[in-house]
């Protein structure tokens, strides 16, 4: 079992800058992807950025070039910086841990979410 618990949503302008944390309870890199996913109300939940054990990363169209995805190995944290956010970026963003588990079933872990919100 992994437990994830996001940090550092909360209410931006256009423009402005958040981080978002990601702490696990366990070290989760070893067979590991990580990422952010959200999800704004009446709308699927996406993707936004992912980074496998080995460094490889992954960004959503929307949020490339605008969006960095890192992680800090000592503290098992997951890390996305958010830059010249937009109102569209408003949504609750999970952090996930996945990994291939037995039969070659993914396993998925999540996070609570966090809350970001981008108004004027």
């Known amino acids: 079992q992994v437990q994830l618990v996001e940090s550092g949503g909360g209410l931006v302008q256009p423009g402005g800058s958040l981080r978002l944390s990601c702490a696990a309870s366990?070290?989760?890199?070893?067979?590991?992807?990580m990422g952010w996913y959200r999800q704004a109300p009446g709308k699927q939940r996406e993707l936004v950025a992912s980074i496998t054990f080995t460094g490889s990363t992954n960004y959503a169209d929307a949020v490339k070039g605008r969006f960095i995805i890192s992680r800090d190995t000592a503290k098992n944290t997951v890390y996305l910086q958010m830059n010249i956010l937009k109102p569209e970026d408003t949504a609750v963003y999970y952090c996930n841990a996945r990994k291939i588990g037995n039969l070659g079933v993914p396993i998925n872990y999540w996070g609570q979410g966090t809350q970001v919100t981008v108004s004027s």
């Open positions: 366990r070290s989760i890199f070893s067979g590991y992807t």
